[in-house]
């Protein structure tokens, strides 16, 4: 039977743990089906999946417990087909443009492959219900959703529902398919399903302590959360409460508030909208039509909008390979055309605008000199001279470059001194104070720690690899959420 401990601990997030786990049922099934294997791992493998996939719209639920009910009525061989269909499904990403793949995981690859050819590809996003709903309320708000949809949507999402604060929140930390987020008013907040085999990637939510805080509160303090740490997510709040009754802070921390509202056409369209308007591209979307526009070119460059290249004899290959649009989208800082880097006023300032958004930060600024430069720039802007920096060993190298430049000194944990383990202490320490326990435990093992306890001491310290990802794996390592 497999260990779901060690399963758990040895997978950096719960993605790689979910499609780690689909591939062992796939093969488990397979075992199973040619008289070699064993039902009961089957069982806890399809047992863990249920936990998992209480957070995923697909496959989801429904799937587990289609193999499930198999399993139990030995139909091996379709289980072995069905739970590959879906690994399949997940591991090429076909559910996301195929309809016929999210109608039905199990439809065989010639319906896919048919549904493909004849239907658009529409983008795939996901939607998070946040509402006490019984079984049967949930089956019918997804149906009612599924009939609102549109031949003409330019996209299509899948909802999940869950009952609990806590079940949303392990939802928007493992789930980056979820673009809208709806919450209903008198949620409970505890959950019973984030145990057992994700318990080791929640123990930032399991630290949350909302004792104070009463149900009629949680859509607003899950708010609070969600701003902070998916700021790209849409967020829409379902209220019996007057708005006029509502705190400024719950205005500011949704999009949109639902007052008693059962419309769930008017719903549909103000979650489309919102994604509609996260897909805009304003630098893209001008360049383009920068592109379309007649001009002579007067400047030093010989491209000439691709002139030169498909009118020479002899390097019109190269014109060939690059398309004419990369030259007809040429544009230069000296001539004008778009916007300015240094001083933008159209619609490179609103792109940068938009990206601040998705980043949830003050301000965006791009940069076209590569991301070498800007991890100088960033390291420069964060640390003084003199400064002891506590880095790993396989960051790249233009992050010692940026140290170098800004006066400051790279060490690796095992490099430290006494008194440069005092000195990161006491500047580490004020900003996260779980870093004292990472720099004692470095004292305790000396300078000739090995690498499984070089790596523990940067998870405590919340600075493991996946930090630098942003919003999942970073949240993961163990920050604490804001709720007050």
């Known amino acids: 039977m497999a260990d779901s401990s060690s399963t758990t601990r040895s997978h950096f997030n719960a993605a790689r743990l979910r499609s780690h786990t689909w591939d062992q049922l796939k093969l488990a099934a397979s075992a199973l089906n040619e008289g070699r294997g064993d039902a009961s791992e089957v069982e806890a493998l399809l047992k863990d999946l249920q936990t998992i996939e209480l957070y995923w719209a697909y496959p989801g639920m429904d799937i587990v417990k289609r193999l499930q009910q198999m399993l139990k009525g030995r139909e091996y061989h379709t289980l072995t087909q069905s739970a590959n269909h879906v690994v399949r499904n997940l591991s090429s990403g076909a559910f996301r443009s195929d309809p016929v793949a999210l109608a039905d995981p199990f439809a065989p690859p010639h319906e896919l492959l048919e549904g493909e050819k004849e239907a658009p590809r529409l983008n795939y996003f996901e939607t998070l219900f946040v509402d006490d709903l019984s079984d049967g309320e949930e089956a019918s708000l997804k149906q009612k959703l599924h009939n609102c949809r549109d031949r003409n949507d330019a996209f299509i999402y899948d909802p999940i529902v869950v009952r609990t604060v806590q079940d949303a929140l392990v939802a928007l930390l493992f789930n980056h398919n979820i673009q809208a987020v709806v919450v209903r008013y008198g949620v409970p907040y505890k959950s019973k399903h984030h145990k057992g085999i994700l318990q080791e990637f929640t123990r930032a939510i399991d630290d949350l302590d909302l004792s104070d805080r009463g149900q009629a509160n949680m859509g607003p303090v899950l708010a609070r959360i969600m701003r902070w740490f998916r700021p790209e997510v849409d967020r829409y709040y379902v209220t019996d409460t007057p708005v006029t009754d509502l705190k400024d802070s719950t205005l500011k921390n949704f999009r949109r508030i639902f007052y008693r509202t059962e419309d769930l056409n008017e719903l549909h369209m103000t979650i489309m909208r919102g994604i509609q308007e996260k897909y805009d591209t304003p630098f893209f979307t001008a360049l383009k039509e920068y592109s379309k526009r007649p001009m002579g070119v007067f400047h030093a460059m010989p491209i000439s909008r691709g002139n030169s290249v498909f009118k020479s004899r002899w390097i019109q290959d190269f014109g060939e390979f690059y398309g004419r649009n990369l030259f007809l989208a040429e544009t230069s800082a000296t001539t004008g055309g778009l916007d300015s880097l240094l001083q933008p006023t159209g619609p490179l300032k609103k792109a940068q605008e938009l990206a601040a958004r998705a980043f949830g930060s003050q301000h965006t600024f791009f940069a076209t000199n590569g991301t070498s430069t800007t991890n100088k720039i960033v390291v420069q802007a964060l640390v003084e001279p003199g400064d002891i920096v506590l880095i790993d060993r396989d960051c790249h190298k ?35 104070p779980r870093a004292d326990v990472a720099l004692k435990a470095r004292q305790q093992a000396g300078p000739r720690e090995d690498a499984a306890a070089h790596q523990q001491h940067l998870r405590w310290c919340g600075v493991q690899r996946g930090a630098r990802h942003g919003t999942g794996a970073g949240h993961q390592a163990g920050h604490r959420l804001p709720v007050g």
């Open 398 to 432: 233009s992050h010692h470059y940026g140290m170098v430049l800004s006066g400051a000194y790279p060490r690796l944990p095992a490099q430290l001194s006494a008194a440069e383990v005092q000195h990161v202490r006491r500047r580490a320490v004020g900003a996260y």
